[in-house]
């Protein structure tokens, strides 16, 4: 029999699991004692390791001083403002300002609502229409739910949000043609510059400078979804720097505050926050009892300070040169049949006729985290503190589990 915990993803039968007690690092342990390299981050977020007393320090500080107050009307919190100041300061939005949710999935949804209320305010209330791509993943609520690009997700929720529609991934063509088509009903193109929980595929070359131009062309705001690729994952703070293509809405989460503390957040430039405050009698009706809240702000900055003082985001090409290096001489072995990735994001395409999630099973037991992906994909995202001879290990034991697969 199933236990109490109805878990995220997972088949609502599966009784055994994996239960974690403790990390340190780029490791975490088991209930049993048994030790794991993650090299997945947790799920793509835990940017600075296990384990860190700094963030938890800081947190404490927080809650024992203030844990959190309400962001509505009238009223802010001190360390939010801090934070927000510092986001808007990393970022390559110009006249941006930040706004702050819980998830990943609230800052997608945010994102959405966002962009179609400022067409609004500035007089162009047909603009209602969100393209997307294949592929893509941008969270379980209805509005990310709508704009995934994944359909096995998109099934048996009823009635998924109108006029938000998906285009082929990686096909500029396909992009421009469907922009046409919608003309001046096109409110945004929302995409995540690397495609993650799709399968880890980074965008053809020219591509999102040519996305960048036709939403110019067309008069969209550009969202992108860079839950997975903020904050240093690219070797830059955002992934709008990594490919130096500047959207106008930029939603993140994930690696914000490493995950020790959900926090997620929508970065808006001068474009869209201008319709926002072109009339002082409105009043933005969207927000969440948790949106700044104070103590996950403090695990921010304390996880932003990490990242900075420890070098992290440079790290992160290192670790994606060492994984890439990795995985290509598994390739040129004919153990996998693709290699895919850039910054410290990476993932193996299986042979045809293996079975990803099998690799990812031989993996744990023998103490490496990998990600299955379907069937066809293996990914590995690791928390950006992982020594070199943990990378080593990682690789080992993932070239092993494939051979092993193969039985
Ligand atoms: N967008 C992208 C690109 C993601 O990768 C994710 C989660 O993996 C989300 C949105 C949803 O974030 P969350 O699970 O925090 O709601």
């Not at 939403?215 to 969209?220: E, I, L, P, S, V």
């Not at 939603?251 to 926002?276: D, I």
């Not at 890439?324 to 299986?350: F, H, K, P, Y």
Request: proline letters at 4%.
């Amino acid at each position: 029999m199933p236990g109490s915990y109805l878990h995220a993803f997972t088949k609502p039968t599966r009784n055994e699991f994996i239960s974690l007690v403790r990390g340190e690092g780029a490791r975490v342990y088991d209930a049993r004692g048994r030790e794991y390299i993650d090299a997945m981050a947790s799920l793509w977020y835990c940017a600075v390791g296990h384990g860190r007393r700094e963030i938890a320090d800081a947190v404490a500080r927080q809650m024992t001083t203030l844990e959190s107050y309400s962001n509505f009307d009238p009223f802010t919190t001190e360390i939010t403002d801090r934070l927000a100041d510092r986001i808007v300061g990393l970022a390559p939005l110009a006249d941006a300002r930040v706004f702050f949710c819980g998830s990943g999935s609230e800052a997608v949804d945010s994102a959405m609502k966002l962009v179609r209320q400022a067409h609004v305010l500035a007089g162009r209330a047909q603009r209602t229409v969100i393209l997307s791509r294949m592929r893509g993943y941008h969270g379980a609520n209805y509005g990310g739910t709508s704009a995934q690009g994944l359909p096995l997700n998109k099934a048996g929720w009823g009635p998924l949000v109108g006029d938000v529609e998906q285009v082929a991934a990686d096909d500029i063509e396909a992009l421009s043609v469907a922009m046409s088509k919608h003309g001046e009903r096109l409110a945004a193109v929302l995409i995540e510059p690397v495609q993650g929980a799709g399968g880890v595929y980074p965008p053809p070359p020219g591509y999102l400078r040519s996305v960048r131009e036709l939403c110019d062309k067309h008069g969209a705001y550009l969202i992108f979804d860079e839950v997975i690729t903020a904050f240093g994952r690219l070797g830059t703070w955002f992934g709008a720097q990594a490919f130096d293509v500047v959207p106008d809405v930029l939603c993140f989460a994930k690696a914000v505050t490493s995950g020790y503390v959900p926090l997620g957040g929508v970065l808006v430039n001068g474009r869209v926050r201008a319709p926002l405050e072109s009339d002082p009698s409105f009043i933005l009706r969207h927000g969440y009892t948790y949106s700044g809240h104070a103590s996950a702000c403090a695990a921010a900055i304390a996880n932003l300070d990490i990242l900075e003082r420890e070098g992290l985001l440079a790290r992160a090409l290192r670790i994606g040169a060492r994984l890439e290096s990795g995985l290509v001489a598994l390739r040129n072995d004919g153990l996998i049949a693709e290699v895919r990735g850039t910054g410290g994001m990476w993932a193996a395409g299986v042979l045809p006729g293996h079975d990803a999630q099998k690799i990812r099973d031989i993996a744990l037991d023998n103490g490496v985290i990998v990600r299955g992906i379907g069937a066809e994909t293996n990914a590995f995202c690791p928390p950006l503190v992982i020594t070199d001879d943990e990378l080593s290990r990682v690789l080992d034991v993932y070239a092993d589990a494939v051979m092993h697969a193969a039985h």
